[in-house]
């Protein structure tokens, strides 16, 4: 889609990562009907696609010990897809027993994230993760691959362009569905957002292309706008901005749905996605994590949230 496109014929879909890549992050156990409360919620929001947790190891990723109790008792929502994070065959296994609707592998294009995250090398997680791919394609459930680091790596630096077709090549061959290529730790920049993206999106145009971006240097909203020049139409983001990977030095939130959608109903995009239902559960996070959120607009209000003139100037 060129960037000429009048942004109001433009449908965006927007992957809710709250209650994975947000939740895996506190240090406070999120209550397991807290998090079934909230994602019921999202779900009437409006989201193409929800990630609901993570069937990690119950030791790297405690937050997320209640994944299946989580999975077998949100409602479903018809229009709503419900991924959720799988590291390995055993994780493939515990989502598989849970009705997923869709798999999101990770695998890091960095080789030092990669074992700090996935504690094994790039080519052994491509061997298992291929394992997993295998005993997918045996059923409808639909297969991402999350690349994480691909705008950088916080311990070795930039990735090449070339190393990231490379992967995505790999994956492409063994049949997956969908890339999501993912800024872990905001070292993405616009004009290289761009440049990736037309990339990718002339390479592998057969696979859904979503991007995923956190804010941790403030050009989460800048580099989604390139990505969106660069005609992608999915993303995640996080509802309040939470988010961050545990295994990334200096991670911090995703971008911010409610000030992603603000900013994108102001300019005309069709998100399907409903900014005040959202806002309201936006307002509930900090008395259930414990903390203040990130977010933006939950704070300052919406554009035109006005406020009342002073006195001395109504009266003039
Ligand atoms: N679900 C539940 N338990 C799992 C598991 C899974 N998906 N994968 C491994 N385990 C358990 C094993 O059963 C084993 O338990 P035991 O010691 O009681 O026998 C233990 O974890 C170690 O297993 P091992 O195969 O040696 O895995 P590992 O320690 O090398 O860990 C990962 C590999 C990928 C499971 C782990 O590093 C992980 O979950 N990392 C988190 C990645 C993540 O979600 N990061 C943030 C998002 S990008
Ligand atoms: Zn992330």
Redesign the pocket.
């Known amino acids: 889609m060129p960037s000429t496109t009048d942004p109001s014929r433009i449908n965006l879909y927007i992957n809710e990562v709250a209650p994975r890549?947000g939740f895996?992050n506190e240090a406070k156990f999120i209550d397991t009907d807290d998090k079934i409360a909230l994602i019921d919620r999202l779900s009437n929001c409006g989201f193409a696609k929800i990630e609901v947790t993570?069937?990690?190891?119950?030791?790297?990723?405690p937050a997320l010990r209640d994944a299946e109790a989580v999975m077998h008792r949100i409602r479903r929502h018809p229009d709503v897809l419900y991924t959720v994070?799988?590291?390995?065959a055993?994780?493939a296994e515990?989502a598989l027993a849970c009705q997923i609707d869709e798999a999101n592998l990770?695998m890091s294009l960095s080789k030092s994230h990669n074992r700090a995250?996935?504690?094994?090398g790039r080519e052994q997680s491509f061997q298992q993760l291929q394992e997993v791919v295998a005993v997918l394609k045996r059923t409808p459930v639909l297969i991402n691959v999350?690349l994480?680091t691909t705008f950088g790596c916080p311990m070795l630096g930039d990735i090449a362009d070339d190393e990231i077709w490379r992967w995505m090549d790999r994956f492409a061959a063994i049949g997956v569905h969908g890339f999501t290529l993912c800024d872990?730790t905001g070292m993405a920049f616009p004009s290289q957002v761009q440049r990736i993206c037309e990339g990718a999106r002339t390479r592998f145009g057969e696979q859904q292309l979503t991007l995923h971006f956190h804010n941790t240097r403030g050009m989460a909203l800048a580099n989604t706008l390139a990505a969106i020049n660069a005609g992608v139409v999915r993303f995640d983001a996080a509802l309040g901005g939470l988010g961050g990977?545990?295994?990334a030095p200096g991670a911090s939130g995703n971008v911010c749905t409610e000030d992603m959608i603000h900013m994108l109903d102001l300019m005309g995009y069709r998100t399907g996605i409903d900014l005040t239902a959202v806002l309201q559960a936006a307002c509930l996070l900090p008395a259930m994590i414990g903390h203040e959120v990130p977010g933006q607009v939950l704070k300052a209000g919406r554009r035109l949230d006005l406020h009342p003139q002073p006195e001395q100037l109504q009266s003039a």
């Open positions: 890549d895996q993570s069937f990690t190891s119950p030791r790297a990723i994070l799988v590291p390995n055993r994780g515990r990770v995250n996935l504690r094994m999350s994480s872990t990977c545990p295994y």
